[in-house]
């Protein structure tokens, strides 16, 4: 069975704009069995997208992913429901827990939580220490519920850049021991993490990355950023973000995941439409058109003034 048939048994809204999927087997045979951290290469349509299963993998009945819209595969996963087929490639492991770590310290960026949710379960199970630093958009913390519920004081919810590195610091000091760090999120959080890290002492075997594959977002129109206070234009062309832009130009804009899940470089707008293609700001702020994450969105209109 090296080609997985699988069946949607239940699809479940987690949080906006992310819905877990519990997939079986369509014959209705065991799937087969996988280590914490495993993922899923999944035929979305035309194309062909990696998610972590969020389950612990022992003896599964069935696989449970869960999966932010981004636009393209993740856009056709959504669409699924109940009794939809779909295919994917059986559960590949590069994200295990090190079953001889003394603990695990888990740091998680946005959707970067699913396979740390796997990781929690298996601790759980197997009665291991653990600790998670969770960032994520304010009130949008997909199983924040089940990891309070299981961790308690060693889960760490943060939703801005000051307060994650201050958590950062402090965990990566004072660890006992044959600690063991896991990261997965967004490379600007990764890099970080993982520079921070080896600047604290950390070794690289003690260090374990899952890497976050961005949905690939369309190089989009020339448009020219006016900035307010200067009374500069910048010219932000296709296949250049805003923020690379803004930065050529000499214009510092605060950010961290550089791929609009953070927040950090949220930018006040004066005038003209943003075209969002973020994940931090909600339906309503969208509408308002009163800011943009520079990051990833663009403008819909030749010209966007910023208060910059
Ligand atoms: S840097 Fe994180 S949303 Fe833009």
Request: glycine share 12%; hydrophobic share 40%; with cysteine.
């Amino acid at each position: 069975m090296s080609v997985l048939d699988l069946v949607v048994r239940r699809t479940t809204g987690l949080a906006d704009g992310i819905r877990e999927l519990a997939l079986t087997a369509a014959d209705g045979r065991p799937l087969p069995p996988h280590p914490a951290g495993s993922h899923l290469v999944l035929e979305c349509g035309p194309a062909r997208n990696a998610y972590s299963l969020t389950n612990d993998g022992t003896a599964p009945g069935e696989y449970t992913i869960a999966v932010l819209r981004r636009g393209g595969g993740s856009a056709y996963l959504h669409g699924l429901a109940p009794g939809d087929r779909v295919t994917a490639s059986r559960p590949r492991s590069a994200f295990a827990p090190v079953r001889t770590a003394r603990k695990h310290l888990l740091i998680a960026g946005g959707i970067g939580v699913t396979p740390m949710v796997a990781h929690v379960r298996d601790a759980r199970r197997r009665r291991r220490d653990v600790e998670l630093i969770y960032v994520h958009r304010p009130h949008a913390g997909a199983f924040a519920a089940e990891l309070a519920d299981t961790l308690g004081p060693r889960l760490h919810r943060v939703t801005g850049r000051a307060e994650f590195l201050g958590v950062l610091a402090g965990a990566l000091t004072g660890q006992p021991l044959g600690t063991h760090l896991y990261v997965c999120g967004p490379g600007g959080l990764t890099d970080r993490v993982l520079g921070d890290a080896a600047g604290a002492g950390w070794v690289p075997q003690r260090l374990h990355l899952e890497r976050f594959v961005p949905a690939a977002l369309d190089p989009g129109a020339r448009f020219v950023a006016r900035l307010a206070r200067s009374g500069r234009d910048v010219v932000v062309p296709p296949g250049t973000s805003l923020l690379d832009a803004l930065e050529r130009a000499g214009v510092a804009v605060p950010n961290l995941c550089r791929q609009g899940i953070c927040g950090e470089c949220l930018t006040p707008v004066l005038a003209g439409t943003p075209l969002h293609r973020d994940e931090y700001l909600d339906e309503r702020e969208r509408a308002a058109g009163t800011a943009v994450m520079c990051c990833v969105s663009r403008s819909e209109t030749d010209t966007l003034e910023l208060d910059l």
